[in-house]
């Protein structure tokens, strides 16, 4: 018989779309990042902020795109963030005008953790609706199945 608590509560399509946004904001990170419009887009405090939105979003969608579960989610989100970061920031080294930096790293690490987290109490919650639907449609059948006889019986 197969475990209830097996299946992933967000549909494979939707999941498919997650990783086709995770490729998507990876290409876009470099092929904008090579434009001169790139270069001091954000001021200075702002940019950090920046940086943690952008990577809470693929965190996030990589998170939903993985299929995993506890440290499994966390360790997908912190790693693909991390690696799209890394990759953007040696990147931008090269790059005129730019110029790469911890600060933006560590920026896009707790992103990457901001998003994980989020990710982590979403799936939390489309569990427990799950679980609350299959229990509710349970305790339907049931009642179903026991109020069969009395609808069968010809003394009622």
């Not at 990457?112 to 349970?138: D, N, P, T």
Request: aromatic share 8%; proline share 5%.
């Amino acid at each position: 018989m197969r475990n209830e608590f097996s299946r992933y509560p967000f549909p494979t399509k939707l999941r498919v779309a997650a990783g086709i946004a995770v490729f998507a904001a990876a290409v876009g990170l470099y092929v904008l990042g090579e434009q001169p419009i790139a270069v001091g887009l954000f001021k200075p405090p702002w940019d950090k902020v920046a940086h943690v939105v952008a990577f809470a979003g693929i965190a996030a969608a990589t998170g939903l795109a993985s299929g995993s579960r506890g440290w499994r989610l966390v360790a997908w989100c912190l790693g693909v963030a991390l690696a799209i970061g890394s990759m953007d920031e040696l990147h931008q080294a090269f790059l005129p005008g730019r110029e790469a930096g911890l600060d933006d790293l560590s920026a896009d690490a707790a992103g990457g953790l901001m998003g994980a987290v989020a990710m982590h109490g979403m799936h939390r919650m489309a569990w427990a609706w799950s679980i609350a639907q299959r229990k509710s449609k349970a305790r339907l059948r049931r009642r179903s199945i026991l109020s069969l006889p009395s609808r069968l019986d010809p003394k009622a």
